[in-house]
């Protein structure tokens, strides 16, 4: 593949990334703010009880939360899904053809579903996310390293286990070295998630229900942005790849007469 091939696929990823964003950005509207909402009004309640200020209505705040959850959240989730469409692209351009012979829009959707389990997916299970009022501030660090740890070693295990697929393809042939590097995958991921630490920071008397839906809202919305990415940059790569020929041009008419 050449470079001006490669450009353009990062750069239609970019923009699949953005409009797949664009979507998650409505979603998490629909679905993830009410159960914020409600977080917040939990920590307003249980500051209040305290005498004590809400950390989610600090006053002198910069932005009001109708913006946060408006134009915030279409910025946040926008960039996040550009930056998320280049990478894949890079991604897509390296895994076209060595996956075995699946075209543009099939190796889209593989490559975006290996990126919803290994960077959401695994990561989320080992540490779900949480909504406002529900962590200690002081451990903010210590919770984003183990995440992004966890996202690391999931990537870099889904990648081992697509060579080792590949490798043993051809004695046990596709399906059933799928299956084996699926299962050794799961299991080795398994393993970490034992080893590293937990984080349990959510009160007691937090309602369980709020936290279910934000959770549920949380993987649902990078569901849609995955889903939506492999269904554009499908589209998008496939027509940079296999471009329908231009039709041609109607011969002139001659008349009879040669004139």
Known sequence: MNSATVRALLVRGMLAGIGAGLLAAVVAYLIGIPSVDA???YESAQA????????SHEEGELFSRAQQSTVGLATGVGVFGTALGGI????????????????????????????????????????PANPPATSDPGTVGQRT??????????????????????????RLGNWNASVVAGA?????????????????ETPKDFPAAVLWEFRLAAIGIQAALWTTFALLFGHLAE?????????AAPAPEVSPSGV
Not at 48 to 54: L, R
Not at 97 to 126: D, H, I, Q, W, Y
């Open 239 to 247: 027509r940079v790849l296999s471009p329908r020929p231009r039709s």
């Open 184 to 200: 050794g995958f799961v299991a080795v991921v398994a393993a970490a998630m034992v080893f590293l630490p937990s984080v349990d």
């Open 88 to 127: 894949a692209a890079l991604a897509f351009c390296f895994a076209l053809g060595r996956l075995g012979r699946f075209r543009a829009r099939a190796t889209a959707a593989l490559v975006a579903g290996a990126g919803f389990v290994t960077v959401s997916l695994v990561p989320f299970l080992k540490y």
């Open 48 to 55: 209040a009880a305290a005498d004590a200020p809400s950390h």
């Open 145 to 170: 390293t183990l995440f992004f740890l966890m996202i690391v070693l999931s990537v870099l295990l889904g990648i081992g286990a697509v060579v080792v697929g590949r490798r043993l393809a051809a």
């Open 39 to 41: 977080a917040i009004d």
